[in-house]
């Protein structure tokens, strides 16, 4: 049977982007901090972390945050930057504020460039990360393409060829599989993740990707009246999707 792990409470919450260890210990005395419904003073007070903890603890009032290892479903609007320090707008200025203090702190799983929109999680989960963009795994991804020029009918037999070579490069292309939406529009899915890859593999029929939305990572799918920017926690149900 496996350890239950266990934390002071200053720490565990200073961790969870609360405040310094002080500000718990003065949140405490003020009475901020409830487990099953009693006040907790003593923040020094080591406590099993179980997976239960959310629904019994509160915070000034308000349900703890999830404990390390959630991850996160993002709708991600075009405009803004899968990164903690370029300049503009981020995907982390989504999430509630405290949650960019976390330690380990929270990182998209693989990046969607600034004009791409769509399904993009994030996590604290290191291994999980590392298991989703391991190139081992060969994980579905599938982007929604609006082209500038109509398909010529050569690409779907080109990418699924497993020959394709982008420039710059020394390595072939895995076999991709295209699905004609219409003239300028068409679904790709892609097991890489290469650098701006499906914008080049375009680009390398002569074409221009003018709008991109990635719709599937695996067999996870953004649900239906996700709006741009809206964002939603995953179960264990829902992450095991994204290796079927």
Request: proline share 5%; with cysteine; glycine share 10%.
């Amino acid at each position: 049977m496996a350890k239950i792990p266990s934390s002071r409470v200053d720490k565990l919450l200073s961790s969870m982007g609360y405040g310094s260890r002080n500000d718990m210990a003065r949140m405490a005395k003020a009475g901020g901090i409830t487990l099953d419904a009693a006040e907790l003073s003593d923040v020094t007070k080591r406590i099993p972390v179980t997976p239960d903890l959310q629904t019994r603890m509160e915070i000034d009032g308000a349900a703890l945050d999830p404990i390390a290892g959630m991850v996160i479903l993002l709708n991600k609007p075009l405009g803004m930057t899968c990164s903690h320090k370029e300049d503009g707008a981020l995907v982390y200025d989504l999430l509630p504020e405290r949650w960019k203090r976390r330690n380990p702190a929270i990182s998209t799983i693989g990046r969607l460039d600034k004009q791409t929109s769509g399904l993009l999680l994030l996590t604290d989960d290191g291994d999980l990360l590392h298991r989703v963009i391991s190139p081992k795994r060969h994980i579905k991804k599938s982007y929604r393409a609006g082209l500038a020029r109509a398909l010529d009918g050569t690409e779907g037999k080109l990418f699924a060829s497993g020959h394709l070579m982008l420039d710059g490069e020394d390595k072939p292309l895995a076999p991709a599989e295209l699905e004609v939406v219409s003239e300028t529009e068409a679904l790709l899915t892609v097991t890489e993740g290469r650098y701006h890859q499906v914008r080049r593999m375009f680009a390398a029929t002569g074409n221009h990707v003018e709008t991109l939305h990635r719709e599937h990572l695996g067999g996870l799918s953004l649900p239906d009246g996700m709006a741009p920017g809206q964002w939603q926690l995953l179960s264990a149900a829902d992450i095991a999707l994204i290796f079927q």
